[in-house]
């Protein structure tokens, strides 16, 4: 039905908005008695922008930053909600929708550009009514509504909310409209973004003679939610940001997002949340506090998942480390996948996510939200003709680091297309992902390959590589010393095997053989070209090395070869990790896979930066963009890229999960899985648990007083079970797993 109804915007005079602020839309609606109860209603909303719907002044829904980001001109997601319980057959009902700016016309990216798919944000809904008699009636939006101004007077997802609580609304004014193109129109597939809890301040401290500085004891994503009480007109600001740099707030990682909110008081009671926007921050600033009574607490916003996987070990640092990877998962799955929620960026990046999906899909289900990113993926993939884009949504469209040069597919990042996909068709075993992605998968690997040069591997085009490699200068996040080329050619080597595996899976046999035969080529095309005469790889850097042994590029007795220079190399390096996105995801597996089961514990467990643990010591709450985002001495990393929030580097928890945890998924969708811990020395127990589609499966382990393993394991019926040999004898059974005092398992 809602095809039918008309997009709603605030008026224009003269190339002006009349409306100042967020516009509210709103429909008186009578009920006619005659045909008897209300049997069901249901309100479909979407929006240009966000919309919050609304039935006689109460909200619609759990839902907040309705309905997210989508590729809007291919995409508009609509958001159904059931109001049976709210309208009332004879009843006078109020409709009323508020719109915001959001990702729609709101500032987008780091170079200050707003507007980017229209001027003005638009909303359009409609209420399907049936009664007990059977009949129905349709409400849908259309030049009957009248529009006003809402307490909102400014509002950006970057910049943040202005809210003038004694405004009244001013007059009303007849909507602009205009017919919504119905194949835009798509039901939402993933869950929605909803308020996920409250976070009390875990300090508050005074700054100056009017201000306090709220520490919230955990970097988060969300907003503020003030009760306060203050003079008529007084005004609050709010100032957000993620660590404090010598007792200040630390606003310059931010870049040119002032991530501030602003509030005008009405003299009353006053219960305030700024839901046209959304930070990223542990410590906020309020100014004018000294003036108003009441409280303030953090709501923690992001879409709703359903926690599924599992970890809590007996060694502290490990433990944070691992919670540390859940909460920077939380804070960047607001509606998509993102590099970081906080600074003038916020983009779906793909490379993010290509490393970090099989982690992601342990410890949530994430198919639906990311089968619904995988098709704006799609949807921006074919306008590019088969080149997939840095970020999903695309709106870098033509940048590149090279103004003179047209974009082109990127290793990892473009790699997304076949990674995600496969990670979802590992975690779930659900073959429609599958499905719905071949064709995509299948072009990018095309793409690729069309641009491969005469000596048979991918080199020349521009790369992101071994990005923010600790050994390269804060100012330069591409000067690492893992060569480019040579990641890029396994990265796509990993894709066309997946492709391969696809097509069996989808029982093409063509598609795989010829899959397989472009295989072979790279693989011996790889050693040709990159590997010399002693065995090792150009460049001689521990991520090309790790890249190329998990990727499968490289042959037998090359991969225990290059997992021995790659063991040397990070012995060398006093296991600290000298790796970037590309290859730092990888090295605890390549060495593990190689027989240098030693060397990954100890680059796990090294505290010493950079290393994973050595935030954790400092008093990281999520995972930093860069391996020192803050130094030693309390002072921020002077490079642009500057994040406390981004999940890229916590890939390693998948690692975590199968060796030191000791579940391994043995067969897409954990139908068969291994018993296998591996866990360093020293470490007394873990816990592992996955709410597989087959139903719970978990194992505890510990040591004994001679120090040795022992396990007790729960699993369905009809999930087959492999006990690793070296278990054989230590691993008992359980209907119901009972754990020690001390084997808590992460909340």
């Not at 607001?334 to 906080?342: I, N, S, W, Y």
Request: glycine share 10%; aromatic share 8%.
């Amino acid at each position: 039905m809602i095809e039918h109804a008309l997009m709603l915007r605030a008026p224009r005079s003269d190339d002006r908005v009349v409306i100042d602020g967020a516009p509210r839309f709103t429909r008186i609606i009578e009920i006619p008695a005659r045909h008897g109860p209300v049997v069901t209603a249901r309100l479909a909303v979407t929006a240009e922008g966000l919309v919050e719907p609304a039935i006689d002044g109460v909200g619609v829904g759990r839902d907040v930053l309705s309905p997210g980001w989508t590729s809007y001109p291919w995409r508009l997601r609509v958001a159904t909600h059931d109001v049976t319980a709210r309208i009332v057959a004879g009843a006078r009902h109020e409709l009323q929708l508020t719109a915001g700016r959001g990702w729609y016309c709101g500032r987008l990216g780091w170079w200050g550009a707003e507007r980017l798919y229209g001027d003005e944000p638009g909303v359009a809904a409609a209420l399907e009514i049936t009664f007990a008699d059977g009949s129905t009636l349709g409400v849908v939006t259309d030049a009957t509504w009248d529009v006003t101004a809402s307490a909102v007077v400014r509002d950006d997802l970057y910049d943040g909310q202005t809210i003038d609580l004694t405004r009244d609304g001013g007059p009303s004014h007849p909507p602009d409209t205009e017919r919504i193109d119905a194949t835009r129109l798509v039901p939402r597939i993933g869950p929605p973004i909803v308020r996920h809890e409250l976070i009390s301040p875990a300090e508050m401290s005074t700054d100056g003679p009017d201000a306090v500085i709220v520490d919230f004891g955990q970097n988060l994503v969300g907003w503020t939610r003030l009760r306060v009480q203050g003079p008529r007109g007084h005004v609050l600001r709010i100032r957000h940001a993620e660590v404090l740099e010598h007792g200040t707030l630390a606003t310059r990682p931010l870049r040119s997002a002032r991530a501030e909110d602003i509030v005008t008081l009405s003299g009353g009671e006053d219960v305030i949340e700024p839901t046209f926007t959304f930070h990223g921050f542990r410590y906020a600033r309020i100014e004018g506090w000294d003036a108003v009574e009441g409280s303030v607490e953090a709501v923690v916003v992001g879409s709703d998942l359903e926690r599924t996987g599992r970890f809590s070990c007996g060694d502290a640092l490990l433990d944070r480390f691992h919670r540390n990877v859940v909460w920077s998962l939380r804070g960047n799955t607001v509606g998509l996948p993102t590099d970081c929620p906080q600074r003038d960026e916020r983009l779906g990046w793909t490379g993010d996510i290509a490393v970090f999906a099989p982690t992601a899909c342990f410890l949530f289900d994430m198919s639906a939200f990311l089968r619904d990113w995988l098709a704006d993926l799609r949807a921006e993939q074919r306008a590019a003709q088969g080149r997939v884009p840095y970020v999903v949504p695309d709106v870098l469209r033509s940048w590149t680091v090279d103004p003179g040069a047209e974009p082109e597919s990127a290793a990892i990042w473009s790699d997304a297309a076949v990674w995600v996909p496969w990670a979802i068709w590992e975690a779930y075993g659900d073959v429609a992902v599958l499905e719905e992605s071949y064709e995509s998968m299948s072009a990018h690997v095309e793409r690729v390959c069309g641009r491969l040069s005469a000596r048979g591997v991918w080199e020349g085009d521009f790369q992101f590589g071994d990005w923010l490699d600790p050994t390269a200068p804060p100012d330069d996040p591409f000067a690492a010393v893992a060569d480019r080329d040579v990641i890029a050619t396994a990265a796509l080597y990993r894709s066309v095997a997946i492709v391969a595996q696809t097509a069996r899976v989808l029982g093409r046999a063509e598609d795989a053989r010829d899959a397989e035969l472009r295989a072979d080529r790279l693989r011996r095309d790889f050693a040709r070209v990159y590997a010399t005469a002693n065995g090792r790889l150009r460049s001689d850097a521990p991520a090309v090395y790790a890249l190329a042994i998990v990727s499968g590029v490289l042959t037998a007795d090359a991969a225990r070869a290059a997992g021995r220079r790659l063991a040397e190399l990070v012995r060398t390096a006093g296991h600290r990790v000298n790796a970037g996105f590309a290859g730092a995801p990888y090295l605890c597996d390549a060495l593990t896979r190689t027989g240098h089961l030693d060397d990954a514990h100890a680059l796990m467990l090294n505290v010493n930066p950079p290393s994973w643990l050595a935030p954790v010591a400092q008093g990281a709450t999520t995972i930093w963009e860069r391996w020192d985002s803050l130094l030693p001495d309390g002072s921020v990393n002077p490079g642009e890229m500057t994040s406390f929030n981004h999940y890229a580097l916590g890939a390693v928890a998948d690692w975590m999960h199968r060796v030191i945890g000791g579940l391994v998924p043995a067969a897409p969708g954990w139908a068969r899985v291994r018993i296998d811990p591996r866990p360093p020395a020293g470490l007394p127990w873990a816990s592992t648990s996955i709410d597989s589609p087959h139903g719970r499966i978990a194992l505890s382990w510990w040591r004994d007083g001679e120090g040795a393993l022992r396990a007790e394991y729960e699993a369905p019926d009809g999930v087959e079970v492999d006990i690793a040999p070296a278990m054989a004898g230590r691993v008992k059974r359980v209907d119901v797993v009972t754990r020690a005092a001390p084997h808590r398992v992460d909340g």
